[in-house]
Nanobody
Framework: VQLVESGGGLVQSGGSLRLSCTAS????????ITWARQAPGKGLEWVSD???????YYADFAKGRFTISRDNAKNTVYLQMNDLKPEDTAAYYC????????RGQGTQVTVSS
């Protein structure tokens, strides 16, 4: 299993970013993918899920601002993040299971006020 996140960066409050998670080494099209984040000094926090049938689920803080989507032809899941806030600052990870071996290395998102 390999997951590679990209698209993070520094953005001002109210700005947008699109994160990508490119997968290999497993049957992507039949797998659910999770985005989670970890802010400095805090634990891992669930952000969003997308299932193989396209069903999507969001944490309360993400509803209305974040959109998860997938492109099975590219083995990629996206997380479009709009109206970013300083409290969204974190390392963002995608994962296909709860074990750390099923998680990518993360991409840093920093939102300045």
């Amino acid at each position: 299993v390999q997951l590679v996140e990209s698209g993070g960066g520094l953005v001002q409050s109210g700005g947008s970013l699109r994160l990508s998670c490119t997968a290999s080494g497993f049957s992507f099209s039949i797998s659910s993918i999770t985005w989670a984040r970890q802010a400095p000094g805090k634990g891992l926090e669930w952000v969003s899920d997308i299932y193989s049938d396209g069903s999507t689920y969001y944490a309360d803080f993400a509803k209305g601002r974040f959109t998860i989507s997938r492109d099975n032809a590219k083995n990629t899941v996206y997380l479009q993040m709009n109206d970013l806030k300083p409290e969204d600052t974190a390392a963002y990870y995608c994962a296909t299971c709860s074990d750390s071996s099923c998680r990518g290395q993360g991409t840093q998102v920093t939102v300045s006020s």
